[in-house]
């Protein structure tokens, strides 16, 4: 619709229960993660429950996002395993919710 702004996109990490990590792009995170969960999401996380959601990162619009995604997967294990610790200076990207106000 006209006049309202874009839906952001976001990149998110994932830990599976066997210890890896799955990077994957989403509009609602949250939905993306029930769907992994139930196994109707990405192939690769179908068998490897508990799944954790330990990083994500608000993109814009999907062509940042998908750029974003495959510079992540392009980084090495211990480098994805860095960025998403905890870290006092970076703050928690929450998605947005259908129910939030918006800005």
Do not use: N
């Not at 006209?2 to 509009?27: K, M, N």
């Not at 192939?43 to 940042?64: F, I, M, N, Q, W």
């Not at 750029?67 to 006092?88: D, F, G, T, V, Y």
Request: hydrophobic share 35%; net charge positive; proline share 9%.
């Amino acid at each position: 619709m006209r006049g309202e702004p874009p839906e952001a996109w976001f990149v998110y990490l994932l830990r599976c229960g066997d210890g890896t990590l799955y990077c994957g792009i989403a509009l609602d995170v949250a939905a993306r993660l029930a769907q992994h969960a139930a196994g109707k999401g990405a192939k690769y996380t179908r068998g490897r429950s508990p799944l954790e959601l330990v990083y994500t990162e608000a993109c814009g619009t999907k062509a940042d996002a998908l750029r974003r995604e495959r510079a992540i997967k392009r980084l090495s294990r211990e480098a994805k395993l860095r960025l998403c610790a905890p870290s006092p200076s970076r703050r928690a990207v929450r998605p947005r919710r259908p129910s939030d106000p918006r800005p």
